[in-house]
Nanobody, 118 residues
Framework: QVQLVESGGGLGQAGGSLRLSCAASGSTFNINAMGWYRQAPGKQRELVAT???????NYADSVKGRFTISRDNAKNTVYLQMNSLKPEETAVYYC????????????WGQGTQVTVSS
């Protein structure tokens, strides 16, 4: 089992920055990848960024060049630095962790609200 706790959401301004953190606990040695997803009201949850255990990152096209995902393995924490925020990025941001052994399991945090004002 893996537990995820997000922090760092809140109110930001268009063009501003926010940094999200997600601390993992439990069976963290089984985590293969971690990432951030977001869900705006009335929309489906969508990928924002992921980072694999080897450090390989993947970003949604809409955030490339503005958002940066990073991971502190010693702290079992993943970060999402969000720059040049846009009002349409207002959403609940969810941390995700994927374990592959003994089977593929997705774990989710409780979500943190990010509101970007224009």
């Amino acid at each position: 089992q893996v537990q995820l706790v997000e922090s760092g959401g809140g109110l930001g301004q268009a063009g501003g920055s926010l940094r999200l953190s997600c601390a993992a606990s439990g069976s963290t040695f089984n985590i293969n990848a971690m990432g951030w997803y977001r869900q705006a009201p009335g929309k489906q949850r969508e990928l924002v960024a992921t980072i694999r255990s080897g450090g390989i990152t993947n970003y949604a096209d809409s955030v490339k060049g503005r958002f940066t995902i990073s991971r502190d393995n010693a702290k079992n924490t993943v970060y999402l630095q969000m720059n040049s925020l846009k009002p349409e990025e207002t959403a609940v941001y969810y941390c995700n962790a994927v374990t592959l052994s003994p089977r593929l399991v997705n774990y989710w945090g409780q979500g943190t609200q990010v509101t970007v004002s224009s």
